[in-house]
């Protein structure tokens, strides 16, 4: 930081109190206090904002209960093999070390009028500001004949980690000329394009390594995100292996059978090897247990990311109702930063900026083919609106192509360096 | 050359801009422009036998993808907007030759631009001739006609307020890194204010052609360009 007029007189303001009252500065008692529940893309970021803008006036507690997280996004390029395990998992050491409070814990309730968060662990954290950002979970019952104890027989992979390692092991264990049925999950749900992009990772492994394997997609939508691009890239790079039934073709009529392996889509069923089930989705289970959900997410307030049940409680990424934004790691990243000013603002007096929101998903559908589509956002009264977009188009040349990949790999860097510094 | 410099610059250049336009809207003239090219020999040939040298040579541009000649080591900075589609054309050119950093801003071409229409004009008249096609013969796209791009005076000398700056910085380093990383996406740290404000205007006015860029600028107010380019103008180590 260079040195300025404010800085300065912010600097001997804060020497002059702590002559005045070394031992209440020294404990950090006084500081107003924010609790962020959830470390992925939301949580980490907002908890990392408001941490290094506030310099130390707010104490930040960040509760998260994996030691190394695995991003969701790009967890479909490790499926595929463009990247490994390694590559996606972070720790919170920076953090850390940056003066935030990293507790490894989950949480399990939410006193509203007490204003305190109780830990699995036994302990209680009182907050002035809470910030959930606690991703998605399943809704019980969406797919007939799949529950979460049948993750393991039939994995959804749509929380990184053991499960994509898990589905992953699952491709590698294919017999030849086997058969991937996927379960796509209905709207809304965490990242659009990435059930598809993941069709697409599971054809590449399949076209290096059993190439007359069979992919099934069952899907209860007439359309998805990028649809046009991914067809085109099926078409291009995987002819006649990847058979999407959407809506029209019963797509939406599936139920699975985990102990025999099979999957009946509008009636007929099929043996397969290898069954990836996304459920449709809501809010992850603290938003609900925190009662600020309405139906499965989080009503928001579009100009500052809080709760509309509560002014004190701000919801971020997946499990915010807000509006256009889609359910993506950059979206929760991009209302962080809204919400840590507003957030520092209401605890410190610092300045508020007006809100501005922004979204790009890269998506890879062969080896140096990527793909992007975005927007930005502003506030209305009711919603967070889109203002401006743009997408892909089908038929771009392939220096283009490996050029959007290759800023999708600069984008990884970036914005998990903007989230775990 | 600093903003307050630049400025006067353009309140002196501004007097005869109007004149100049109306005979820009005219076709240059190819001979007038091969005088204008000593400007650009020392380092580019151009004609008969030319060969690469400083910079690229200059045969067959119109109509080319820029940054696409084998055996030139081009700028990363002009890689990039080649692949992401940019085409010489008269168009192209007059934004290029009036503030090259507009289009490329790691160019190593060290020239700070030609601010007379009249000039550029006759200049890309001349260097027509030595392209098999150009695009704008005359019964082809209108696209002779000189234009002026050039930042608004003023917009040059808003001087941004980093703290907004800072606050709006969140936007960007969800994919430019703050520690100035340069792989996959271009670092924007500690650029000179001055181009930073040029590229971003020319990502807005879509001379630049990067869709996710021309989105964020797209919406950015004079003040906010300011702010950013003021911000990480001076991101230091400690800052990151």
């Known amino acids: ?421 | 050359m600093s903003v307050g410099c630049r400025s006067l610059f353009f309140a002196l250049a501004a007097g005869c801009l109007a004149c100049a336009t109306s005979a820009a809207a005219e076709e240059g003239d190819p001979e007038a422009g091969k005088e204008v090219f000593d400007y650009c020999s020392g380092c580019h040939e151009v004609g008969k036998g030319a060969e690469h040298g400083i910079g690229p040579h200059l045969n067959g541009l119109f109509g080319r993808q820029a940054a696409t000649q084998v055996g030139f080591p081009y700028s990363e900075s002009f890689k990039r907007a080649g692949t992401g589609g940019l085409e010489w054309h008269a168009e192209t050119l007059d934004v290029f030759l009036e503030n090259p950093t507009a289009i490329a801003s790691g160019t190593r071409m060290s020239f700070d631009g030609l601010p007379d229409p009249q000039e550029r004009l006759d200049l890309i008249a001349y260097l027509r001739r030595f392209s098999d096609n150009p695009r704008d013969i005359p019964e082809a796209d209108p696209t002779i006609q000189g234009s002026d791009h050039d930042l608004d005076p003023e917009i040059l000398a808003l001087v941004g307020d980093p703290e907004y700056g800072e606050y709006l910085s969140g936007e960007c380093v969800a994919c430019h890194q703050a520690g100035g990383s340069n792989d996959g996406i271009p670092s924007i740290v500690l650029w000179p204010e001055e181009d930073f404000v040029v590229a971003m205007h020319a990502y807005k006015n879509k001379q630049r052609n990067h869709p996710v860029m021309q989105m964020v600028a797209g919406r950015l107010g004079d003040e906010e360009i300011a702010a950013l380019a003021a911000y990480f103008g001076q991101l230091t180590e400690q800052k990151r």
Not at chain 1, 71 to 85: A, D, P, Q, V, W
């Open chain 1, 1 to 421: 930081m260079t040195l300025n007029r404010r800085t300065f007189l912010g600097t001997t303001a804060a020497a002059a109190t702590t002559l005045a009252a070394p031992n209440v500065l020294a404990q950090g008692a006084g500081k107003p206090r924010v609790v962020v529940i959830g470390g992925g893309a939301g949580g980490a970021t907002a908890a990392r904002y408001i941490a290094k803008d506030s310099d130390g006036a707010i104490d930040v507690t960040l509760v998260e209960p994996t030691r190394t997280y695995f991003t969701c996004f790009f967890s479909n390029l490790y499926i595929g093999g463009f990247k490994e395990i390694s590559d996606i998992g972070h720790t919170y050491g920076k953090l850390a070390a940056a003066g935030i409070n990293v507790l490894h814990d989950w949480a399990v309730d939410v006193d509203r009028d007490a204003k305190t968060v109780t830990l699995a662990g036994g302990s209680t954290l009182p907050y002035d500001k809470l910030i959930l950002s606690p991703g998605i979970d399943f809704v019980d019952g969406a797919v007939e004949g799949w529950s979460i104890e049948a993750q393991n027989a039939m994995p959804h992979a749509y929380k990184a980690g053991s499960q994509s390692e898990l589905l992953r092991a699952q491709l590698e264990a294919m017999p030849e000329g086997g058969t991937f049925a996927m379960v796509a999950p209905p709207n809304p749900y965490r990242c659009p394009p990435g059930p598809y992009e993941r069709v697409s990772m599971v054809a590449h492994f399949m076209k290096e390594n059993n190439p007359t394997a069979k992919i099934i997609v069952a899907d209860p939508k007439p359309k998805f995100s990028k649809m046009s691009l991914f067809q085109e890239g099926w078409n291009k790079h995987y002819p006649g292996m990847v058979d999407w039934i959407g809506e029209e073709f019963g797509g939406g009529n599936v139920s699975v059978d985990p102990a025999n392996m099979t999957v009946t889509i509008d009636g007929e069923e099929t043996q397969v090897d290898v069954c990836n089930v996304i459920p449709a989705q809501k809010a992850g289970r603290i938003a609900e247990m925190a009662g600020v959900t309405d139906g499965n997410w989080a009503p928001v307030n579009p100009a500052d990311m809080s709760a509309r049940a509560d002014a004190d409680v701000y919801v971020l990424g997946d499990s915010a109702e807000q509006g256009d934004m889609p359910k993506s790691g950059f979206a929760a990243n991009s209302q962080a930063k809204v919400c840590a000013n507003a957030v520092r603002g209401a605890l410190t007096g610092s300045k508020v900026f007006p809100a501005k929101y922004s979204n790009t998903c890269w998506s890879l559908i062969a080896t140096d083919d990527g793909v992007k589509v975005g927007a930005t956002y502003e506030p209305t009264e009711e919603k967070i609106a889109s203002v401006d977009s743009f997408i892909s188009e089908t038929g771009e040349d392939s220096a283009l192509r490996k050029a959007t990949y290759e800023e999708s790999e600069g984008w990884y860097t970036g914005i998990t360096t903007d989230m775990f510094g």
